[in-house]
């Protein structure tokens, strides 16, 4: 009885922290053109932070890039029976800056998430990013945080690339729990010496 209260507590404490764990089937992560610090085993969601992004560094995925031709960005959410959502619609941004957090808006458009599928914000012609980048869910309309974003297990050894505010200014690492199931699709920006290279395996 003891142990059943005890788990019950923690539930109930991690749910009123903004997030739930929910283990359901894998999903593809990143390939070249893709970039994503997601494994592909969604284990949590959460709606904890007005503002919740992953932070890219191109350099992670290619060494000597410089920047990234962006085409889309893609997110998956999850809408738990217990905690419905009071919208599915969320500002989708791309921005410039580090990892102290987003610095430059790039681009802002209204997406619609549906439930456990993918959602996308295209851009057309590609937009042109820094090496280092944001892709931020805005939940500005919404009371609560919602829709709430799918996120995976943290891995021994992972950096952190999922950070949330809830005043734009101080920016937490989402730690522990994993990183949001973010995607950025693209062309990487070579600088010379790294063309230099490629030209040269052929």
Known sequence: MKQALAVLAILTMVAFAGQIRVDLPGSSGGTDD?????????????????????????QDFMPGSEGFNLDQLEYWFYEHA????????????????????????LAQGIVTAPHYAP???????????EQNF?????TEMS??????????FSMPGDAGHSFFSDDFIVWEPWGEMGEYY?????????????????????
Not at 34 to 57: A, D, E, I
Not at 119 to 129: E, G, I, Q, R
Not at 134 to 138: D, Q, T, Y
Not at 143 to 152: A, C, E, H, K, R
């Open 134 to 138: 944001w892709a931020l869910i805005n």
């Open 34 to 58: 893709q970039l994503t610090y997601f494994n592909g085993t969604p284990h949590w969601l959460t709606w904890g932070g007005m503002y919740r992004g992953t932070w890219f560094n191109t």
């Open 82 to 105: 217990s905690y419905p959502w009071d919208t599915n619609q969320f500002y989708s941004e791309a921005w410039n800056g580090d990892d102290m957090g987003p610095l430059v808006l």
């Open 182 to 202: 973010i995607k950025a699709t693209g062309t990487f920006s070579l600088n010379s010496t790294t063309w230099g290279a490629v030209k040269a395996l052929f």
């Open 119 to 129: 959602c996308y914000h295209n851009f057309s012609p590609a937009l042109v990013v």
């Open 143 to 152: 009371s609560g945080g919602w829709p709430s974003v799918l996120g995976d």
